[in-house]
């Protein structure tokens, strides 16, 4: 763990974890063990981040969001008998580059969340989102696209634009790309 990064009180970092520079974790949050975050990443008070959970670099995940880990979740096996760490399967949720997690959100795993993302506050996460995606609700649907500055993209000679870096993209075959200037 790099000297610039901050850990509030009350925060559980468990072995193995590890946390890039520049990244501040909130108060009573929970980091699963062997979990990876990067570099400049913003986690808000009381998240809930399981292993094997990868946040790629500049990553925010707002107030009490949750990234599980379990397709099956029970405290028993069939025969009654306790389950173990070595009765399950650990599956993880993968934030790529910029992406943002909403308030109170849930990501069910196993899923991807596609770089400069955005899932609203209180949305369930049950299946992958693309880049530049927005998605929201119970389970979550893509209602539109966002710039890497988080902005809802607006329609633009032909294409989408982002109104606060100018950035313009186009949408092919249900992705956005971003417009190679000349």
Known sequence: MADSTTIWAGTMVREQAVVGAHTSIGRQSYVGPGVVIGDDCRIQNQALIFEPAVLEDGVFVGPAAVLTNDR???????DGSRKTVDDWEA???????????????????????GEWATVAAGAVVTRDVP?????????????GWVGRSGRLLIDD????????????????DGRLVLRSEP
């Open 157 to 172: 000679d032909g294409g989408l634009r982002d109104p606060a870096t100018g950035d313009r993209y186009d949408e092919i």
């Open 72 to 78: 099956f979740p029970r405290a028993i096996n069939p």
């Open 91 to 113: 599956v993880g949720v993968t934030i790529r580059h910029g992406a943002s997690i909403g308030a109170r959100a849930v990501c069910i795993a196993p899923l991807e969340i």
């Open 131 to 143: 880049a530049h995606a927005i998605v929201v609700g119970v389970p979550a649907r893509q209602i």
